[in-house]
């Protein structure tokens, strides 16, 4: 009688699996909370409705900050949001939990979300590095004596490891993501055109014209924000090439990560990977051309997963069917 659910916990997003039914819930990772008496008001999407817009007695919480949970009170209340929404109405048993960590987690990291998931009312915790989850759940055959490279680019980190024989050989992970990416566009609107805008419009821009190399045809999008000069809103047009400008510091990072795991990585493998390529996956794998600029640079083919955004989330519910299969990958606390 035991559930078993798959969360894939996020900076920006938490996706939540369960078998039989796959993904039950894509929401983000935010919490609004009432700051006269500490109360939580609302969790993901009625939460992230509310960012900027809301009075001085309530504020909005990100209880992750790359890949780490920040905050373990409010962290707790939104997995207990979480858990009771994909458990539904017959909630009468405790389920068993899986948790993607990232691959650079410290003890002290790995407490805090068993305590957080545990106090949101789950039987037991079992935690799943992200890169190995995002591998399984990007179809790659991790148990095989095959080197396979994955990149899996986040909300809070970027996190690339080199899987043979189902373990992790070499990974590197840098505080690089989508959340980065909005900053970074929000930053260069306001040097190039002195117009303050939004991280939610960050996100629209990247989303919609956003690319990770200089294209000889344009895109542009109309944007509105406030005018630093004269404080009254006003419209400019932004064009693909001055976002792909804007990400250009962070997507040498990306890069110079890629570069620094294939060096470390034994010939063997390497000669694998330059067979197979590097599977990307994650939510910033969405970001137009990120497989031709990585192609370009490292001289690796390289391929986006199908479905990128859900390959934990995926790998998650893989696991939990095969527990035994995937067990040397799992840390678990009951």
Known sequence: MTRKIGIDLGTTNTVVFTPKKGIVINEPSVVAVSVLDNKILA?????????????????????????????????????????????????????????????????????AVIESTL?????????VKEPVLAAIGAQIPINSPIGNMILNIGGGTTELAVISLGGIVSAKSVRVGGNKFDLAIVEYIKKKHGLAVGERTAELIKINIGSALRGTHEDSLNIKGRDLTSGLPKTVQITSN????????????????????????????????????????????????????????????????????????????????????YKRNVITKR
């Open 119 to 127: 106090a949101a009312g789950a039987k037991a915790v079992y935690l």
């Open 242 to 325: 001055e976002v792909t400008e804007a990400l250009g510091e962070h997507l040498r990072e990306i890069v110079q990560i890629i570069k620094g795991v294939l060096e470390m990585t034994p010939p063997e493998l390497c000669s694998d990977i330059m067979d197979r390529g590097i599977v990307i996956s994650g939510g910033g794998a969405l970001l137009r051309d990120i497989a031709d600029l990585i192609t370009k640079v490292t001289g690796v083919p390289a391929r986006v997963a199908t479905d990128p955004l859900f390959c934990v989330a995926r790998g998650t519910g893989k696991v939990l069917e095969n527990l035994e299969t």
């Open 43 to 111: 969790v993901g999407n009625a939460a992230k409705d509310m960012i900027g817009r809301t009075p001085d007695s309530i504020t909005i919480v990100r209880p992750l900050i790359d890949g780490a949970v920040a905050d373990y009170r409010v962290t707790g209340a939104m997995l207990r949001y979480f858990i009771r929404k994909a458990s539904g109405v017959f909630n009468m048993f405790k389920p068993e939990v899986l948790v993607s960590v990232p691959a650079g987690i410290t003890s002290a990291e790995k407490r």
